[in-house]
């Protein structure tokens, strides 16, 4: 908000770009219209132009919130564009939106931007590559904040972006919209294990490494000083590098960590957090039972020695695991020693930012709006 107040001052336009984007105005734009016009009652015919204008598909999106909607005479519909429910299993979208402004924001986030694991950083400090290189070359923004006048708006325009992206990587596959729209990828369930070691910010791993100090700034070779950090401090505990088991990372990280001393408090940060999630989440629970699996591993024969092919997995671990990342980016900033709440509050940030949808469902029997 204060970098858009900016402009309200002479200094802080000069150094803004300022650009208005246009589109022509379809036969399709102008159908919507007409059954706004052909529906609504006379009463609230002046809301019509300010829906339109601002709601894509106002007929699906608007919903009983809106008394206009409410209110309409649904039986003078003159059939105006819509998705269908059979044209949204099938990954079937408009070949474009009944909608100008829906357009722009389109050509602003394609879907091969919106694939992208993250946006494009506004003030990059690393070198960039791939797409993200593309749009720091070309001055694209990777970020956009959307001011609309109604509610139904931000919804409206998220899900139809998201749905024009799954449109694209999903239309040829044999995935199932309904189940895909339910699905939970990143929830704690029985059996996950290996979820619990993603996020989890290692304070063994967060102590022992620290990739700025590699004089290589290949990955290859970050990851090589990683490898080198991780054998050295093994080695301190009487741990070898021999064999060629290939056990979970979430097993060895267990039992590294009580070799280590901070597994006790580490298990109590998620045991703690499990008992305050399973009080407002629908994972029934399932999260302390992961954790006490967690804990049973730690506690069984201590580790002796981990195959080379092990320290590998654990150097990428070290070096893009979310858990790990947030909690050694809060090493550097705010430099105290690991503790039980940080590591819950590191972990519980760690699951919240997986939270993974592939949007609402767009059609919804009866009212006919997403």
């Known amino acids: 908000m204060s970098r858009t107040e900016r402009l309200a001052h002479p200094d802080g336009s000069r ?44 007929a699906q999106t608007m919903g009983p919130s809106y008394l206009a909607w409410k ?14 429910e059979g044209d949204r299993n099938s ?20 879907p091969e931007k919106l ?17 993200w ?12 904040l959307v001011f609309s006048r109604y509610r139904a708006v931000p919804q409206t325009v998220a899900a139809f972006l998201s749905y024009s992206l799954e449109c694209k990587y999903l239309s040829n596959s044999k995935v199932d919209y309904e189940a895909t729209s339910r699905r939970s990828a990143l929830q704690a369930r029985p059996k996950r294990e290996a979820l619990l070691g993603f996020f989890h910010p290692s304070p063994w791993v967060v102590r022992t490494t620290e990739p700025l100090t590699a004089k290589a700034r290949t990955e290859s070779g970050i990851k090589r000083e990683l490898a080198r950090q991780l054998r050295t401090s093994l080695a301190d505990a009487g741990v070898s590098i021999a064999g060629d088991t290939r056990r979970p990372l979430w097993r060895l990280l267990a039992k ?39 804990d049973e591993e730690a506690r069984l024969s201590a580790l002796t020695e981990i195959s080379p092919i092990e320290l590998d997995r654990l150097a990428d671990y070290a070096l893009s695991a979310p858990g790990v990342v947030m909690a050694r ?30 949007g609402p469902a767009l059609v919804r029997e009866g009212a006919g709006r997403w």
């Open 71 to 84: 209110q309409r005479d649904s039986a003078k519909s003159i059939g105006a564009p819509a998705l269908s």
């Open 15 to 58: 150094s803004v770009d300022i650009r208005t984007e246009t589109t022509d105005l379809h036969v399709k734009d102008l159908r919507v219209y007409k059954e706004m016009a052909a529906t609504f009652r006379e009463t609230d015919r002046a809301w019509i132009v300010p829906y339109w204008s601002s709601i894509p598909l106002p």
């Open 91 to 110: 990954f079937c979208r408009p070949s474009e939106w009944p909608h100008p402004r829906l357009r722009i924001l389109e050509r602003l986030a394609p």
């Open 256 to 294: 590294i960590e009580r070799q280590f001393g901070t597994w006790r408090y580490a298990h109590r940060a998620w045991r703690e957090l499990a008992g305050k999630l399973s009080k407002s989440e629908d994972s029934e629970g399932a999260l302390a039972g992961l954790v006490a699996r967690w």
């Open 329 to 358: 980016a809060l090493q550097r900033h705010w430099l105290r020693k690991p503790c039980r709440g940080r590591i819950q509050k590191d972990a519980r940030c760690g699951m919240a930012r997986a939270e993974v949808s592939f």
């Open 115 to 131: 694939a992208l694991p993250w946006v494009t950083p506004s003030l990059p400090w690393w070198t960039l590559a791939g797409k």
């Open 133 to 144: 290189k593309t749009d720091s070359q070309t001055g694209a923004a990777g970020k956009g």
